[in-house]
């Protein structure tokens, strides 16, 4: 019987150590504008939100993918985030329809490693961490962090680009723009973000703590 207790309070405390090791949250945020523009032939096409674009599609055949995945004013989405708190702090962010749900509802993923960061960069954005090119076959990203402050840029083939700023304008209020660029078309949404599950802080606590 003891040992099967001591096996029980190993586990949990060894359950709790990797719990403690990653630090998560997320931002639900509601879509206040969203507009797509591209050029064809010479010309400007424009369209207001991914429903708009959706009847004219014939219309707009520049769009692409943006068709698959566009966003519309009123849709919630939800920035999930996780550092890894290891010896070179990971960093992955996604923005997803659904937060439980698989990549199909994925609009856009972000990553990157944290390691020492230039004396040159730190005198000109103090308290802010930045992440090295974290790749793939396919894609890369970079990360920039600061207290109120997140910035994420991810390429994705040689056509394909997502950009997220994000800005805090009152404690765990944010507002930000999420721009996807797809060959000749880009989609520029504005959102407006509480933030459920806040850990944020914590995250720029421990980046303070190890680099600074």
Same mark, same amino acid.
């Given at each position: 019987?003891?040992?099967i207790l001591a096996t029980v309070i190993t586990f949990c405390f060894l359950g709790n150590a990797v719990i403690a090791d990653v630090i998560e949250g997320e931002f639900s945020c509601k879509? $206040?504008?969203?507009?797509?523009?591209?050029v064809e032939e010479g010309k400007v096409k424009k369209c207001s939100g991914h429903a708009n674009? *959706?009847?004219? &599609?014939? /219309? *707009?055949?520049p769009f692409g993918s943006m068709y698959s995945n566009g966003m519309d004013v009123g849709d919630e989405l939800f920035l999930v985030y996780r550092l890894g708190?290891? &010896? &070179?702090?990971?960093f992955d $962010?996604?923005?997803t329809y659904n937060p439980y749900? /698989? $990549?199909?509802?994925?609009?856009?993923?972000?990553k990157g490693t944290f390691e020492a960061q230039e004396n040159s960069f730190s005198v000109w954005h103090p308290n802010t961490y930045y992440t090295v090119n974290e790749e793939d076959d396919m894609s890369f990203s970079v990360v920039y962090l600061h207290r109120d402050k997140i910035s994420l840029t991810g390429m994705y083939d040689i056509d394909? @680009? @997502?950009f997220l700023n994000l800005e805090r304008y009152y404690k765990d209020d944010w507002q930000g723009i999420i721009v996807q660029s797809s060959g000749v078309s880009v989609s520029v949404a504005t959102v407006d973000c509480s933030h459920?599950?806040?850990s944020y802080d914590k995250v720029i606590d421990f980046l303070r703590y190890k680099f600074d």
């Open positions: 019987m003891k040992n879509v $206040l504008s969203a507009s797509i523009t591209a674009c *959706f009847i004219t &599609y014939d /219309d *707009f055949s708190k290891s &010896y &070179y702090p990971s $962010l996604d923005i749900g /698989d $990549l199909s509802n994925r609009i856009a993923y972000y394909g @680009q @997502q459920p599950i806040s």
